[in-house]
């Protein structure tokens, strides 16, 4: 069974730093792009970052978070990281990861005050 696990989300102040990780199972993790999303309410899901799969050579940004964000992965752990520097109230959503397009989290929430 495959499962995958956000985590490393709260509350932080405008200019603050976050990292997020995401924890697969069940799965051969190298062998699938890694890709971060977020989603606020009444919006559509937002695509962040994308990381190629086994040695993650290449890596892709929203206009929004280039930057300022750095999407990572530890093949050994099976997990993906995003680190958010800078953030900004407008970065506050739900941030999911995927494998590819076949697998999701359930999402963790990044609030970010004025």
């Known amino acids: 069974q495959v499962q995958v696990v956000e985590s490393g989300g709260g509350l932080v102040q405008t200019g603050g730093s976050l990292r997020l990780s995401c924890a697969a199972s069940?799965?051969?993790?190298?062998?699938?792009?890694m890709h971060w999303y977020r989603q606020t309410p009444g919006k559509q899901r937002e695509w962040v970052a994308t990381?190629?799969?086994?040695?993650?050579?290449?890596?892709t940004y929203a206009d929004s978070v280039k930057g300022r964000f750095t999407i990572s992965r530890d093949n050994a752990k099976n997990t993906a990281y995003l680190q958010m520097n800078s953030l900004k109230p407008e970065d506050t959503a739900l941030y999911f990861c995927?494998?590819?397009?076949?697998?999701w989290g359930q999402g963790t929430q990044v609030t970010v005050s004025s």
């Open positions: 990381i190629s799969d086994n040695s993650g050579a290449y890596r």
């Open positions: 995927a494998l590819g397009a076949k697998y």
């Open positions: 069940g799965v051969s993790f190298r062998s699938y792009d």
